[in-house]
Protein backbone atom coordinates (compact mmCIF):
# COMPACT_ATOMS: atom_id res chain seq x y z
CA UNK A 1 0.00 0.00 0.00
CA UNK A 2 1.14 3.48 -0.65
CA UNK A 3 -0.39 6.61 -0.61
CA UNK A 4 -0.95 10.50 -1.26
CA UNK A 5 -0.01 13.10 0.93
CA UNK A 6 -1.12 16.76 0.97
CA UNK A 7 -0.04 19.49 2.60
CA UNK A 8 -1.88 22.54 2.15
CA UNK A 9 -0.48 26.29 3.39
CA UNK A 10 1.10 24.13 6.52
CA UNK A 11 3.01 26.62 8.74
CA UNK A 12 5.22 25.60 12.28
CA UNK A 13 5.91 28.30 14.67
CA UNK A 14 8.24 26.85 17.58
CA UNK A 15 7.67 28.91 20.88
CA UNK A 16 9.79 31.89 21.16
CA UNK A 17 10.99 31.69 17.31
CA UNK A 18 9.98 35.73 15.72
CA UNK A 19 9.65 33.56 12.27
CA UNK A 20 8.27 30.30 11.31
CA UNK A 21 10.28 27.57 10.65
CA UNK A 22 7.54 26.20 7.79
CA UNK A 23 5.52 29.27 6.46
CA UNK A 24 2.40 28.11 4.04
CA UNK A 25 4.16 24.97 2.80
CA UNK A 26 1.49 23.71 0.04
CA UNK A 27 3.06 20.34 -1.74
CA UNK A 28 0.96 16.99 -3.33
CA UNK A 29 2.78 14.39 -3.23
CA UNK A 30 1.41 11.54 -5.67
CA UNK A 31 1.35 7.52 -4.34
CA UNK A 32 4.94 6.03 -5.00
CA UNK A 33 6.64 9.49 -5.76
CA UNK A 34 9.95 9.60 -4.34
CA UNK A 35 10.20 13.64 -3.44
CA UNK A 36 13.12 15.22 -1.88
CA UNK A 37 13.29 18.03 0.26
CA UNK A 38 16.39 20.16 -0.22
CA UNK A 39 17.38 23.60 1.19
CA UNK A 40 20.36 24.83 2.98
CA UNK A 41 20.92 24.07 6.72
CA UNK A 42 17.80 25.18 8.95
CA UNK A 43 15.64 25.81 6.01
CA UNK A 44 12.94 23.72 7.82
CA UNK A 45 13.41 20.43 5.57
CA UNK A 46 13.10 18.33 8.80
CA UNK A 47 10.21 20.14 10.53
CA UNK A 48 8.36 19.67 6.99
CA UNK A 49 9.10 15.58 7.34
CA UNK A 50 8.22 15.43 11.16
CA UNK A 51 4.92 17.46 10.69
CA UNK A 52 4.11 14.50 8.13
CA UNK A 53 5.03 11.50 10.31
CA UNK A 54 3.20 13.33 13.27
CA UNK A 55 6.27 13.97 15.34
CA UNK A 56 5.50 17.80 15.21
CA UNK A 57 2.08 19.64 15.65
CA UNK A 58 1.28 21.73 12.62
CA UNK A 59 0.60 25.34 13.60
CA UNK A 60 -1.55 26.32 10.88
CA UNK A 61 -2.49 24.68 7.69
CA UNK A 62 -3.74 20.98 6.48
CA UNK A 63 -1.96 17.89 6.47
CA UNK A 64 -4.24 15.07 4.22
CA UNK A 65 -3.23 11.13 4.13
CA UNK A 66 -4.94 10.26 1.22
CA UNK A 67 -7.33 13.08 0.87
CA UNK A 68 -8.23 12.73 4.62
CA UNK A 69 -7.56 15.25 6.81
CA UNK A 70 -4.82 13.71 9.52
CA UNK A 71 -3.54 17.05 10.92
CA UNK A 72 -4.39 15.01 14.55
CA UNK A 73 -3.79 11.40 13.59
CA UNK A 74 -1.06 9.52 16.04
CA UNK A 75 1.75 8.84 14.57
CA UNK A 76 1.65 5.10 15.23
CA UNK A 77 -1.77 5.60 13.16
CA UNK A 78 0.11 6.68 9.68
CA UNK A 79 1.83 3.27 8.93
CA UNK A 80 5.21 5.43 7.87
CA UNK A 81 8.67 4.24 8.68
CA UNK A 82 11.25 6.87 9.03
CA UNK A 83 15.26 6.00 8.81
CA UNK A 84 17.31 9.41 10.39
CA UNK A 85 20.85 9.79 9.72
CA UNK A 86 22.19 8.61 12.73
CA UNK A 87 20.82 4.95 12.28
CA UNK A 88 18.94 4.85 15.53
CA UNK A 89 19.67 0.95 16.07
CA UNK A 90 19.29 -1.00 19.85
CA UNK A 91 23.07 -1.58 20.72
CA UNK A 92 21.95 -4.65 22.80
CA UNK A 93 20.09 -6.11 20.15
CA UNK A 94 21.44 -7.76 16.70
CA UNK A 95 20.31 -7.20 13.66
CA UNK A 96 17.60 -9.45 13.35
CA UNK A 97 16.44 -7.97 16.81
CA UNK A 98 16.16 -5.06 15.69
CA UNK A 99 14.88 -5.20 12.24
CA UNK A 100 12.27 -7.46 14.19
CA UNK A 101 11.62 -4.92 16.70
CA UNK A 102 8.92 -2.80 15.28
CA UNK A 103 7.25 -5.88 14.18
CA UNK A 104 6.28 -7.26 18.13
CA UNK A 105 3.65 -4.28 18.02
CA UNK A 106 2.40 -4.46 14.24
CA UNK A 107 2.01 -8.06 13.76
CA UNK A 108 1.83 -8.95 17.63
CA UNK A 109 1.34 -12.87 18.36
CA UNK A 110 2.69 -13.51 14.99
CA UNK A 111 4.99 -15.00 14.00
CA UNK A 112 7.59 -12.91 11.92
CA UNK A 113 10.47 -14.48 11.09
CA UNK A 114 9.89 -14.77 7.47
CA UNK A 115 9.28 -11.03 7.03
CA UNK A 116 12.45 -10.29 8.75
CA UNK A 117 13.88 -12.69 6.71
CA UNK A 118 12.68 -11.58 3.28
CA UNK A 119 13.66 -7.85 4.25
CA UNK A 120 17.51 -8.98 4.83
CA UNK A 121 17.28 -10.47 1.25
CA UNK A 122 16.60 -7.52 -0.08
CA UNK A 123 18.66 -5.23 1.42
CA UNK A 124 21.23 -8.06 1.11
CA UNK A 125 22.24 -8.16 4.51
CA UNK A 126 21.78 -11.93 5.19
CA UNK A 127 24.94 -12.79 6.65
CA UNK A 128 25.00 -9.93 9.26
CA UNK A 129 21.59 -10.96 11.04
CA UNK A 130 23.34 -11.95 13.77
CA UNK A 131 25.73 -9.59 14.80
CA UNK A 132 24.99 -6.27 17.42
CA UNK A 133 25.24 -3.12 15.59
CA UNK A 134 28.56 -2.65 17.47
CA UNK A 135 29.96 -5.43 15.28
CA UNK A 136 28.89 -3.69 12.25
CA UNK A 137 30.12 -1.11 9.64
CA UNK A 138 28.03 2.09 9.07
CA UNK A 139 27.25 1.15 5.24
CA UNK A 140 25.67 -2.03 7.48
CA UNK A 141 24.01 -0.18 10.18
CA UNK A 142 22.26 1.99 7.98
CA UNK A 143 21.38 -1.00 6.06
CA UNK A 144 19.62 -2.76 9.13
CA UNK A 145 18.21 0.97 9.88
CA UNK A 146 16.61 1.22 6.71
CA UNK A 147 15.18 -3.08 6.80
CA UNK A 148 13.95 -2.15 10.43
CA UNK A 149 11.60 0.38 8.14
CA UNK A 150 10.90 -2.01 5.44
CA UNK A 151 9.91 -4.46 7.09
CA UNK A 152 7.06 -3.02 8.49
CA UNK A 153 5.77 -2.74 4.84
CA UNK A 154 5.14 0.90 5.31
CA UNK A 155 2.73 2.89 3.17
CA UNK A 156 5.31 5.86 3.24
CA UNK A 157 9.40 6.28 3.94
CA UNK A 158 10.64 9.27 5.65
CA UNK A 159 13.93 9.75 5.73
CA UNK A 160 16.49 11.94 6.78
CA UNK A 161 19.51 12.83 5.82
CA UNK A 162 19.81 8.71 6.13
CA UNK A 163 22.97 8.58 4.28
CA UNK A 164 25.31 11.80 5.43
CA UNK A 165 27.07 9.82 8.07
CA UNK A 166 28.12 7.60 5.46
CA UNK A 167 31.34 8.14 3.36
CA UNK A 168 31.28 9.21 -0.47
CA UNK A 169 31.61 6.39 -1.96
CA UNK A 170 29.23 4.50 0.24
CA UNK A 171 26.58 7.40 -0.07
CA UNK A 172 26.77 6.53 -4.24
CA UNK A 173 26.26 2.50 -3.58
CA UNK A 174 23.13 3.12 -0.88
CA UNK A 175 21.49 6.21 -2.96
CA UNK A 176 21.02 3.77 -5.94
CA UNK A 177 19.69 1.22 -3.73
CA UNK A 178 17.35 3.52 -2.11
CA UNK A 179 16.10 4.46 -5.38
CA UNK A 180 16.10 1.15 -6.09
CA UNK A 181 14.17 -0.15 -3.53
CA UNK A 182 11.88 2.33 -2.66
CA UNK A 183 10.60 2.03 -6.96
CA UNK A 184 10.72 -1.48 -6.82
CA UNK A 185 8.35 -1.26 -3.59
CA UNK A 186 6.14 1.67 -5.06
CA UNK A 187 5.99 3.11 -1.89
CA UNK A 188 5.62 7.05 -1.84
CA UNK A 189 8.85 8.33 -0.23
CA UNK A 190 10.21 11.85 1.50
CA UNK A 191 13.41 12.07 1.72
CA UNK A 192 15.14 15.01 2.96
CA UNK A 193 19.07 16.34 2.12
CA UNK A 194 21.03 19.19 1.49
CA UNK A 195 23.29 17.85 -1.01
CA UNK A 196 21.76 19.15 -4.01
CA UNK A 197 23.59 16.04 -5.82
CA UNK A 198 22.14 13.31 -3.80
CA UNK A 199 18.38 15.17 -4.68
CA UNK A 200 18.89 15.42 -8.33
CA UNK A 201 19.51 11.78 -8.39
CA UNK A 202 17.43 10.67 -6.34
CA UNK A 203 14.07 12.12 -7.01
CA UNK A 204 11.32 12.14 -9.09
CA UNK A 205 10.98 15.69 -8.25
CA UNK A 206 12.68 18.13 -6.07
CA UNK A 207 10.85 20.56 -3.52
CA UNK A 208 13.38 23.36 -2.66
CA UNK A 209 13.54 25.52 0.41
CA UNK A 210 14.88 28.64 1.63
CA UNK A 211 14.00 29.83 5.09
CA UNK A 212 11.02 27.59 5.72
CA UNK A 213 9.28 29.07 2.32
CA UNK A 214 9.03 26.59 -0.74
CA UNK A 215 11.09 28.00 -3.55
CA UNK A 216 10.61 25.77 -6.40
CA UNK A 217 9.02 22.29 -7.32
CA UNK A 218 9.68 20.43 -9.93
CA UNK A 219 11.95 17.80 -11.47
CA UNK A 220 15.55 17.65 -10.96
CA UNK A 221 16.27 18.51 -14.92
CA UNK A 222 13.46 21.37 -14.70
CA UNK A 223 15.06 22.63 -10.86
CA UNK A 224 18.42 22.80 -13.17
CA UNK A 225 17.44 24.09 -16.50
CA UNK A 226 15.00 26.43 -15.40
CA UNK A 227 15.06 27.79 -11.95
CA UNK A 228 12.69 30.55 -10.83
CA UNK A 229 14.90 32.36 -9.10
CA UNK A 230 18.59 32.92 -8.60
CA UNK A 231 18.94 31.14 -5.00
CA UNK A 232 17.67 28.07 -7.14
CA UNK A 233 19.33 28.62 -9.74
CA UNK A 234 22.85 29.04 -7.36
CA UNK A 235 21.84 25.87 -5.02
CA UNK A 236 21.40 23.29 -8.13
CA UNK A 237 24.21 22.27 -9.85
CA UNK A 238 28.25 22.11 -9.47
CA UNK A 239 30.15 23.83 -10.31
CA UNK A 240 28.10 27.29 -9.21
CA UNK A 241 26.35 28.65 -11.71
CA UNK A 242 27.83 31.92 -12.94
CA UNK A 243 26.11 35.22 -11.88
CA UNK A 244 27.40 38.48 -13.05
CA UNK A 245 25.83 42.03 -12.08
CA UNK A 246 25.57 43.05 -15.55
CA UNK A 247 23.37 46.02 -16.98
CA UNK A 248 20.63 46.24 -19.90
CA UNK A 249 21.18 48.65 -22.64
CA UNK A 250 18.29 48.41 -25.01
CA UNK A 251 18.17 52.73 -27.16
CA UNK A 252 14.79 52.56 -28.88
CA UNK A 253 17.13 52.26 -32.40
CA UNK A 254 19.82 49.64 -32.75
CA UNK A 255 20.61 46.87 -31.08
CA UNK A 256 20.89 45.70 -27.46
CA UNK A 257 23.41 44.52 -25.23
CA UNK A 258 24.29 42.98 -21.77
CA UNK A 259 26.67 45.50 -19.84
CA UNK A 260 29.12 43.52 -17.50
CA UNK A 261 31.20 47.02 -17.37
CA UNK A 262 34.52 45.95 -18.91
CA UNK A 263 32.79 43.97 -21.81
CA UNK A 264 29.27 43.77 -23.37
CA UNK A 265 27.33 40.77 -25.25
CA UNK A 266 25.36 41.87 -28.00
CA UNK A 267 22.20 40.25 -28.20
CA UNK A 268 21.82 38.76 -31.92
CA UNK A 269 18.86 39.96 -34.36
CA UNK A 270 16.41 39.62 -34.79
CA UNK A 271 15.58 39.90 -30.92
CA UNK A 272 13.65 36.56 -29.90
CA UNK A 273 10.97 37.00 -27.61
CA UNK A 274 13.23 36.27 -24.54
CA UNK A 275 15.57 39.41 -25.47
CA UNK A 276 13.36 41.27 -26.45
CA UNK A 277 11.19 41.08 -22.86
CA UNK A 278 14.66 42.34 -21.39
CA UNK A 279 14.09 45.36 -23.37
CA UNK A 280 11.74 46.71 -20.41
CA UNK A 281 14.94 46.07 -18.04
CA UNK A 282 16.89 49.15 -19.97
CA UNK A 283 18.80 50.66 -17.60
CA UNK A 284 18.09 48.68 -15.06
CA UNK A 285 20.71 46.13 -12.73
CA UNK A 286 20.20 42.94 -13.36
CA UNK A 287 22.08 39.17 -12.54
CA UNK A 288 22.92 37.57 -15.81
CA UNK A 289 23.39 33.26 -14.79
CA UNK A 290 25.64 31.68 -16.87
CA UNK A 291 26.10 27.81 -16.09
CA UNK A 292 29.62 26.78 -16.67
CA UNK A 293 28.84 24.42 -19.50
CA UNK A 294 27.54 27.88 -21.56
CA UNK A 295 30.38 28.98 -22.12
CA UNK A 296 33.63 27.68 -23.99
CA UNK A 297 37.13 28.61 -24.51
CA UNK A 298 37.37 29.15 -28.17
CA UNK A 299 38.17 31.69 -31.53
CA UNK A 300 35.54 33.60 -32.49
CA UNK A 301 35.75 32.19 -35.94
CA UNK A 302 34.77 29.02 -34.58
CA UNK A 303 30.95 30.44 -33.07
CA UNK A 304 28.09 28.65 -33.73
CA UNK A 305 24.91 30.26 -34.27
CA UNK A 306 23.39 31.74 -31.03
CA UNK A 307 26.87 32.19 -29.36
CA UNK A 308 28.48 35.51 -29.21
CA UNK A 309 32.07 36.61 -28.18
CA UNK A 310 33.91 37.57 -24.44
CA UNK A 311 37.07 37.17 -23.29
CA UNK A 312 38.47 36.77 -20.32
CA UNK A 313 42.37 35.96 -18.42
CA UNK A 314 42.75 32.81 -16.83
CA UNK A 315 43.52 32.84 -13.14
CA UNK A 316 43.10 28.98 -12.00
CA UNK A 317 42.91 26.19 -13.63
CA UNK A 318 41.25 22.79 -11.85
CA UNK A 319 42.14 19.52 -13.37
CA UNK A 320 39.45 17.10 -12.09
CA UNK A 321 40.35 14.31 -14.31
CA UNK A 322 37.84 14.13 -16.79
CA UNK A 323 37.58 17.96 -17.13
CA UNK A 324 38.85 20.76 -16.07
CA UNK A 325 37.19 23.78 -14.63
CA UNK A 326 39.10 27.36 -15.56
CA UNK A 327 38.73 30.25 -13.65
CA UNK A 328 38.34 33.08 -15.20
CA UNK A 329 38.45 36.97 -15.01
CA UNK A 330 36.05 39.08 -17.34
CA UNK A 331 36.31 41.84 -15.11
CA UNK A 332 32.59 41.66 -14.53
CA UNK A 333 31.30 41.92 -10.70
CA UNK A 334 29.91 38.78 -9.40
CA UNK A 335 26.99 38.24 -7.52
CA UNK A 336 26.51 36.49 -4.27
CA UNK A 337 23.40 35.32 -2.61
CA UNK A 338 24.32 35.12 0.40
CA UNK A 339 22.36 32.43 1.98
CA UNK A 340 24.40 29.80 0.47
CA UNK A 341 28.12 29.30 1.55
CA UNK A 342 31.07 32.04 0.88
CA UNK A 343 31.40 32.96 -2.59
CA UNK A 344 33.90 31.41 -4.64
CA UNK A 345 37.39 31.93 -2.72
CA UNK A 346 39.25 34.55 -4.62
CA UNK A 347 42.68 33.68 -6.76
CA UNK A 348 44.30 35.53 -3.86
CA UNK A 349 43.26 33.20 -1.25
CA UNK A 350 43.65 30.06 -3.20
CA UNK A 351 46.93 30.58 -4.44
CA UNK A 352 48.05 31.63 -1.11
CA UNK A 353 48.54 35.30 -0.80
CA UNK A 354 51.84 36.67 0.24
CA UNK A 355 49.59 40.08 1.05
CA UNK A 356 50.00 40.06 4.60
CA UNK A 357 46.52 38.04 5.07
CA UNK A 358 44.12 39.37 2.53
CA UNK A 359 42.15 36.34 2.08
CA UNK A 360 41.13 36.59 5.82
CA UNK A 361 40.46 40.49 5.20
CA UNK A 362 38.15 39.87 2.24
CA UNK A 363 36.52 36.87 3.97
CA UNK A 364 35.86 39.13 7.13
CA UNK A 365 34.77 42.03 4.32
CA UNK A 366 32.05 39.28 2.38
CA UNK A 367 30.80 38.10 5.91
CA UNK A 368 30.33 41.84 6.98
CA UNK A 369 28.96 43.06 3.94
CA UNK A 370 26.49 39.52 4.15
CA UNK A 371 25.44 40.42 7.42
CA UNK A 372 24.36 43.77 6.22
CA UNK A 373 22.45 42.46 3.05
CA UNK A 374 20.58 40.06 5.70
CA UNK A 375 19.42 43.10 7.98
CA UNK A 376 18.65 44.67 4.99
CA UNK A 377 16.74 41.30 3.79
CA UNK A 378 15.23 41.38 7.50
CA UNK A 379 14.31 45.06 7.05
CA UNK A 380 12.38 44.61 4.26
CA UNK A 381 10.49 41.33 5.65
CA UNK A 382 9.66 43.27 8.96
CA UNK A 383 8.61 46.20 6.59
CA UNK A 384 5.80 44.00 4.79
CA UNK A 385 5.08 41.63 8.30
CA UNK A 386 2.05 43.57 8.61
CA UNK A 387 -1.30 42.43 7.26
CA UNK A 388 -4.81 43.73 7.70
CA UNK A 389 -6.21 40.48 8.37
CA UNK A 390 -3.82 40.10 11.49
CA UNK A 391 -2.35 36.80 9.70
CA UNK A 392 1.41 36.69 9.14
CA UNK A 393 2.32 37.87 5.36
CA UNK A 394 1.38 35.46 2.95
CA UNK A 395 5.02 34.04 1.75
CA UNK A 396 5.96 34.52 -1.32
CA UNK A 397 8.97 34.31 -3.59
CA UNK A 398 10.47 36.88 -1.67
CA UNK A 399 13.52 38.45 -3.19
CA UNK A 400 16.56 36.45 -2.70
CA UNK A 401 18.99 39.15 -1.68
CA UNK A 402 22.17 39.37 -4.02
CA UNK A 403 24.77 41.28 -3.42
CA UNK A 404 27.74 42.55 -5.52
CA UNK A 405 30.77 40.98 -4.15
CA UNK A 406 33.29 43.80 -2.07
CA UNK A 407 34.93 45.85 -4.94
CA UNK A 408 38.75 45.28 -4.08
CA UNK A 409 41.08 44.00 -6.28
CA UNK A 410 41.02 39.96 -4.88
CA UNK A 411 37.59 40.13 -5.88
CA UNK A 412 37.52 41.23 -9.12
CA UNK A 413 39.43 37.80 -9.92
CA UNK A 414 38.01 34.35 -11.21
CA UNK A 415 34.30 35.90 -11.93
CA UNK A 416 33.61 32.96 -14.27
CA UNK A 417 33.90 29.47 -13.91
CA UNK A 418 34.27 27.54 -17.84
CA UNK A 419 34.07 23.80 -17.99
CA UNK A 420 36.69 22.29 -20.70
CA UNK A 421 38.12 19.07 -21.48
CA UNK A 422 40.83 18.20 -19.18
CA UNK A 423 43.79 18.28 -21.84
CA UNK A 424 43.17 22.19 -22.20
CA UNK A 425 46.28 24.14 -22.43
CA UNK A 426 46.42 27.43 -21.04
CA UNK A 427 48.07 29.01 -18.33
CA UNK A 428 47.40 31.59 -15.68
CA UNK A 429 47.40 34.71 -17.05
CA UNK A 430 46.41 33.79 -20.91
CA UNK A 431 43.66 36.03 -22.37
CA UNK A 432 41.55 33.73 -23.54
CA UNK A 433 38.68 34.27 -26.83
CA UNK A 434 35.16 32.91 -24.92
CA UNK A 435 32.01 31.80 -26.66
CA UNK A 436 28.49 32.57 -24.97
CA UNK A 437 25.93 30.17 -25.81
CA UNK A 438 22.85 32.55 -25.60
CA UNK A 439 20.05 29.46 -25.33
CA UNK A 440 21.99 29.24 -22.09
CA UNK A 441 21.75 32.61 -20.82
CA UNK A 442 19.55 33.22 -17.57
CA UNK A 443 18.70 36.56 -16.71
CA UNK A 444 17.23 37.58 -12.87
CA UNK A 445 15.69 41.04 -11.68
CA UNK A 446 17.24 42.61 -8.93
CA UNK A 447 15.01 40.44 -6.85
CA UNK A 448 15.96 37.33 -7.84
CA UNK A 449 13.86 36.24 -10.16
CA UNK A 450 13.78 34.82 -13.47
CA UNK A 451 13.08 37.24 -16.24
CA UNK A 452 15.08 35.21 -19.35
CA UNK A 453 13.83 32.48 -20.52
CA UNK A 454 10.60 34.46 -19.64
CA UNK A 455 8.74 32.17 -17.51
CA UNK A 456 5.35 32.26 -19.43
CA UNK A 457 6.54 31.57 -22.84
CA UNK A 458 9.19 28.33 -21.94
CA UNK A 459 7.69 25.11 -22.61
CA UNK A 460 7.92 22.28 -19.69
CA UNK A 461 10.62 19.95 -19.85
CA UNK A 462 7.93 16.84 -19.17
N1 LIG B 1 12.33 22.33 18.66
C1 LIG B 1 12.66 23.50 18.12
N2 LIG B 1 12.51 24.66 18.82
C2 LIG B 1 12.82 25.85 18.27
N3 LIG B 1 13.29 25.99 17.00
C3 LIG B 1 13.47 24.88 16.29
C4 LIG B 1 13.18 23.58 16.78
N4 LIG B 1 13.45 22.67 15.82
C5 LIG B 1 13.91 23.37 14.77
N5 LIG B 1 13.92 24.69 15.04
C6 LIG B 1 14.33 25.78 14.12
O1 LIG B 1 13.51 25.71 12.98
C7 LIG B 1 14.27 25.99 11.81
C8 LIG B 1 14.14 24.82 10.85
O2 LIG B 1 14.79 23.70 11.42
P1 LIG B 1 14.88 22.32 10.65
O3 LIG B 1 15.56 21.33 11.53
O4 LIG B 1 13.55 21.95 10.14
O5 LIG B 1 15.82 22.72 9.43
P2 LIG B 1 16.56 21.76 8.38
O6 LIG B 1 16.39 22.40 7.05
O7 LIG B 1 16.09 20.37 8.51
O8 LIG B 1 18.06 21.91 8.86
P3 LIG B 1 19.26 20.82 8.87
O9 LIG B 1 19.54 20.50 7.42
O10 LIG B 1 20.37 21.57 9.51
O11 LIG B 1 18.77 19.65 9.64
C9 LIG B 1 15.67 26.26 12.26
O12 LIG B 1 15.84 27.64 12.37
C10 LIG B 1 15.73 25.61 13.63
O13 LIG B 1 16.65 26.27 14.46
Keep these: MTRAITLHEVSKYYPKQPSPAVDRFSLDIAPGEFLVLLGPSGCGKSTVLRMIAGLEDITTGELLLDGEYSNDLAPGDRRMAMVFQNFALYPSMTSRENIGFPLRFEMPGEEHGPRVDETARILGIEEILDRYPGQLSGGERQRVAMGRAISRHPSVFLMDEPLSNLDAKLRAHLRAEIARLTHGMGVTTVYVTHDQAEAMSLGDRVAIMRSGVLQQISSPREAYHLPENVFVAAFVGTPRINLLQAT ?40 VGLRSEAVRIAQPSQAHAGEVVLSGIVEHVEYQGHESLVHLNTGSRPAVVPELEAPRPTSAARNGSRRGGSGVGL ?91 APAQQPRLE
Design 248 to 287: VIAPLTGGMWIDFGRQRLGLPEPLNYDHQMLRIQQGRRII
Design 363 to 453: GKLAQKAARRIQASVMERDSSSSASSDGLPPKPQQAPVSVMDRPSTPETQTGDLVVRTGPDIRVRRGDRVPLLVDLAHLYVFDQEGQRICP
